[in-house]
């Protein structure tokens, strides 16, 4: 095997540099480390969610908690038919709907939480960032509505439900398309006014929201500051910028804002 | 209408456009869109209805009505009745057996493209086996040149690809070292970035061209960011080389991407005028890929292979230096797995070469797919057989910026090896003056005069 004289510029990127060669080929030990990165990858896609540690988790924080499912029937469905993933099952749409006959007031805020493509993700940030999350929710008085588990889920989904419960404005948190460098990354979609149709240009994203990627402390932080714009103006979308790192620079907290 | 009669049944589709998609091999992306054959007897039965359509008959029926689009206007209007004359007698299936035959000479065959519509180049397609698209493709030669030649027979470029999920300068730094070291960066050095930011990207393509510059590398650079922006670059006096822009077969799916017709003259023509080229001036980098249109919901009823084709037209016009279908960087719900991927790769190239293009491959996947490495080799193997123009170089096949899996520098070398497939002329005699590479084009062993050891040392300092 060959030695790349250059290894010591990896101190500069996660890219896959310096990896030396046999012949025209990767070194052994490089080909079966992609070979592991991979297969987490796609046991990250593919294995399902153990939504009863997350149940025991988000109780833990005081937290009701519904399953709902996306109208796709299996894994492989939902790979091949994403529209079905962005829409409810009939048995969820129907439980929904009786649930919010049954509440007196409606939600400000409708939390939606999905495997999308990476259970991974969910299993190992969801606690951590919601723990980060409530008390900017607490300190603005914002009503949640039960936290809604939901398989096969893409992030539209998370539409109907909020139009369902009327809520003012939807919170999808969903584990997103995993990387080889980063199978367990959360992404973060705020949807005000949501209901059935809406693009993604109409909503803000915060992505890679892990723990080697961005901090709970940080993605609850952006969220609350971006939910807190978006019912001051009224909107999110393209058209609602986040500005939230000029705050952190300047050590101030959302709670100051508007 | 269309009718055969196969297997005891009676088989009828209502138009061109309903022939194509269901003629067309089963893929994820037309199930989705509704468009597929409803079964595999009915796949075939289609193919069947296929191959005695006659070629004549495309120009006197378009998939997406001339009035509503503006790529079929540019099909139709820029179509050279001369050119498509030695084969304006045959139908889908005369036409795949005479481009299998002796007869299609490479001169015959590269001859044809400005007289082929982009849908006789996917109907003929669908009636093919992988086998047929590397043959067929191969016999179509399409050379362009910037500051090298890329696309000669016997030749494969790639494009080294130091992608870094911040836009760092000295992490892509690294990266560059790293793929010239392998000798990797023929095609272009072509950064995707972070930032679309028209300062951000200035910068990059300043620190790619004092790169290109300090070691004197016969190769360009390409920051992929939207044609307005790099048009924006230009005027403020940034070296630009190539313009960039993804692109679609469809007005609808064009103007998803905030492009037309007339942004990509413009880009062209403010590359043009910079005159960087060293030995020829086809500035223009195009990026396509099947479903995109679909996705954009921009597809007209019409199956993805098809529209992609039609991209092509869209390229054609302004005599691109790469044009690179991204296969399986959309996802299983376009191509569901490595057979689908490997298949629409095949297609894509051939489809592009047969139209006049310098048809490159991002041999890809990403992790939601059923694919991996394996299947990616497959492809490679085959479109070096079938004279692919370029591909990919990754480090380590894995792009930290993107989130998939591509084709890495040592695969390239392994394609070479294999195939015995040469670099640009250029850019491998500069490889071989500098000390990478032997007089054979092998990587030769490292030596401490090497300017860009030197320059790994200093940039790890």
């Known amino acids: 095997m060959a030695a790349d004289p250059w290894a010591n510029l990896k101190q500069f990127t996660d890219a896959r540099i310096g990896l030396g060669r046999s012949g025209s080929a990767m070194p052994t030990h490089e080909v079966l480390n992609f070979a592991l990165s991979h297969a987490m990858a796609r046991d990250a896609v593919t294995t399902p969610i153990d939504w009863t540690r997350i149940e025991n988790g988000l109780a833990d924080l005081g937290l009701s908690t519904m399953r709902v499912a996306s109208a796709a029937s299996d894994r492989s469905e939902y790979l091949r038919r994403p529209n079905l993933g962005r829409k409810l099952s009939d048995h969820s749409r129907e439980a929904l709907m009786r649930a919010a006959e049954m509440e007196a007031q409606r939600p400000d805020l409708v939390v939606l939480v999905g495997d999308g493509l990476s259970s991974t993700a969910v299993t190992a940030n969801i606690v951590p960032y919601l723990t980060a999350f409530l008390p900017y929710a607490a300190k603005s008085g914002w009503k949640l509505s039960p936290v809604l588990l939901a398989a096969d889920a893409r992030v539209a989904l998370g539409d109907e439900a909020g139009e369902i419960l009327g809520g003012k404005a939807v919170l999808v948190l969903i584990g997103e398309r995993p990387g080889l460098s980063s199978p367990d990354s959360l992404g973060v979609y705020l949807t005000f006014a949501p209901r059935v149709g809406l693009k993604d240009a109409d909503r803000n994203c915060i992505s890679n929201v892990r723990q080697r990627g961005l901090s709970y402390e940080e993605g609850a932080f952006k969220t609350a500051w971006l939910l807190r714009e978006a019912f001051k103006r009224g909107l999110t979308g393209v058209n609602l910028k986040d500005e939230s790192q000029f705050l952190i620079e300047g050590q101030q907290g959302p709670e100051l804002i508007g | ?461």
């Not at chain 2, 004197?216 to 080389?241: F, M």
């Not at chain 2, 023509?269 to 479903?291: H, I, P, W």
């Open chain 2, 1 to 461: 209408m269309y009718r055969v009669h196969a297997g005891g049944t009676t088989y009828t589709f209502s138009s061109l456009r309903e022939l194509l998609a269901k003629a067309t091999p089963p893929r994820s992306g037309d199930v989705l869109a509704g468009v597929a054959a409803k079964s595999a007897a009915e796949n075939v039965a289609a193919k069947m209805a296929l191959a005695d359509v006659p070629l004549k008959q495309f120009l006197n029926e378009a998939i997406i009505p001339y009035e509503n689009d503006d790529v079929t206007r540019l099909i139709v209007d820029t179509h050279d009745a001369a050119a498509f004359a030695p084969v304006a007698a045959m139908t889908v299936g005369e036409f795949r057996d005479w481009l299998l035959s002796e007869k299609a000479t490479p001169e015959k065959v590269s001859a044809l493209a400005p007289g082929l519509t982009p849908e006789m180049a996917a109907a003929v397609s669908k009636i093919m086996r992988n086998q047929d698209l590397v043959l067929g493709a191969k016999k179509a030669h399409v050379v362009t040149k910037f500051r090298d030649t890329i696309g000669l027979p016997g030749h494969m470029s790639a494009r080294l690809q130091p992608n870094h999920p911040t836009d760092d300068k000295k992490g892509i730094a690294a990266s560059i070292v790293d793929g010239l070291m392998y000798g990797c960066g023929d095609a272009v050095i072509g950064i995707n970035p972070a930032s679309d930011n028209v300062g951000a990207i200035t910068d990059l393509l300043v620190m790619m061209d004092d790169v290109i510059r300090r070691f004197e590398i016969p190769t360009q650079s390409c920051v992929l960011t939207h044609v307005t922006t790099t048009i924006d670059a230009i005027a403020r006096g940034a070296p630009v080389d190539l313009v960039f822009q993804s692109i679609g077969g469809t007005e609808g799916v064009n103007s998803s991407f905030g492009v037309t017709l007339a942004h990509l003259k413009e880009g062209r023509e403010g590359a043009l005028s910079l005159k960087r080229g060293t030995v020829g001036d086809n500035c223009m980098y195009f990026e396509t890929g099947q479903g995109s249109a679909l996705s954009a919901d921009a597809h007209h009823g019409c199956d993805q292979q098809t529209l992609e084709a039609r991209a092509y037209a869209v390229a054609r016009q302004f005599k691109p230096l790469l044009v690179n279908t991204v296969v399986g960087f959309i996802g299983p719900e376009y191509l569901y797995n490595g057979k689908e991927i490997i298949r629409a790769g095949l297609e894509d190239h051939f489809c592009g070469k047969l139209l006049g293009l310098p048809m490159g491959c991002d041999i890809c996947y990403t992790n939601h797919a059923e694919a991996d490495q394996d299947d990616m080799d497959i492809l490679l193997m085959m479109l070096g057989a079938a004279g692919v123009n370029f591909i990919m170089g990754i480090p380590g096949a894995d792009d930290i910026m993107l989130n998939y899996q591509s084709t890495s520098f040592h695969d390239a070398l392994y394609v070479r090896e294999a195939l015995g497939l040469k670099r640009a002329p250029e850019f491998d005699a500069w490889l071989t003056k500098i000390g990478v590479t032997d007089a054979h084009g092998h990587l030769a062993p490292h030596r401490p005069g090497n300017p860009l050891l030197t320059h790994a040392q200093a940039l790890a300092a």
